[in-house]
Every structure is written in C-alpha cells, then in structure tokens.
C-alpha cells in the first residue's frame, strides 16, 4: 500500500514538473519575442535586434545548462533550484522596464562620447545587449539539466525522460511564440506582456516550491 502511494506521489510530481516546464518553455519565447521588438527600437534595424537575442538566448541556453549541470550534481535538494532558477528568471523579468531604461540611457551616453560609425556603434550595442541578456538566458539554460536530474532515476530510462522534458518544453515554446507574436503584443502591449511571462515564472517557483 506504501509503495503504491509512493508511486502515485511521483507520477503526480512529474506531471506537475512536465506542466511546470511547459510554463517555462511558454515565458521563455514570450521574452524573447518581446525582447526582439525591444531592442529593434535600439538597434533601428531589424536584423540587428534579431541576431542579438537569439545570440544571447543560444549562448544562454549552452552556459547555464554546462554550469548547471556540473551545479546540480553537487546539491541534495535539486527541486530548490529549480524553485530558484525560476525566481530568478521571473524577477528579471519584472524588473526588465526599469533595467532596459537604464539601457537605453548608457547607450545615448556612449553614443555622445563616441564617434565610431554607424556599424561600429551597433556593435558596441550588441555587445552590451548581449551582456544584458544573457543572465536571464544562463538561468533559462539551468532548467533543462536541473529537472533531467529529477527525472531520470534509471539509466534504461535516460532517453525517454529527456525526450519527454525537451518535448514539452518545445512545445511550450511553440505556444509562447505564436501567444507573443499573435495576440499579446496586439492586446495587451510590450510591457504587460512580459509581465504574464513573469507571472508564469513565479507560479511555477510557488508550485514546485508547495
């Protein structure tokens, strides 16, 4: 009767997980989508701004799940990291109107004291930008090896486990993509936006926290 229960409590906490990393893979490209519009208003030009958060968001994603990875196999209690990647991730978010700002006031900064060119103040752009972006990516990066260590209990089970975390969370993506690029921008704006990403982040903190 134990062993059921047990059984019945972990196939509960997986399904939870799977939502949960749905979530995280719905918030992730609501941000990116946003931070593309963003920083076109930085850039001035499209192709830039693009190339800039899908730059951050690959060099994110392969840092935070090599220093994650290596992170996760050093701690008891995995779940709390997971609890605070979210977190993290969330409050960046929140702060991201106030943060950009500031941004965006370095920028006109630089652009005063230096004389570069056109091509040269995009790089510098970039390269700030890029710095910027990239700790809420490392942390979206963590996520992926923090659940697989959750999940995965047996080696004969290694490839299922896996496939299903990065299934879901790639369908997550595909939702948050077309909810960004579709419906939320159009209805509720930029700022709002990245708000309900945000909000999906803490949930999902407060969810497998509880």
Known sequence: MANSQKTALSQMMQLVLLLVFFFSGISALVYQIVWIRQFGLVFGVDIFSTSTVLAAFMAGLALGS?????????????????????????????????????????????????????????????????????????????????????FVRKLRSLGWNVGKLYSVNNLGAFVGCFLAGFLLMRWVGLRHSILLAAALNLASAMIVFV
């Not at 220093?67 to 997971?82: C, S, T």
């Not at 605070?84 to 106030?98: E, N, R, S, T």
């Not at 630089?110 to 710095?131: C, E, K, P, S």
Request: glycine share 8%; proline share 4%.
């Open 66 to 150: 090599l220093l994650f990875g290596r992170l996760v196999d050093r701690r008891k209690h995995v779940l709390m990291l997971f609890v605070l990647l979210q977190l993290g991730i969330g409050v960046f978010a929140l702060v991201f109107p106030v943060t950009f700002e500031w941004l965006n006031q370095l920028y006109l900064k630089l652009d005063q004291v230096l004389d570069v060119g056109f091509y040269g103040t995009q790089i510098y752009r970039f390269a700030l930008a890029f710095l910027f972006l990239l700790f809420p990516t490392t942390l979206m990066g963590g996520t992926l090896p923090v659940l697989t260590k959750v």
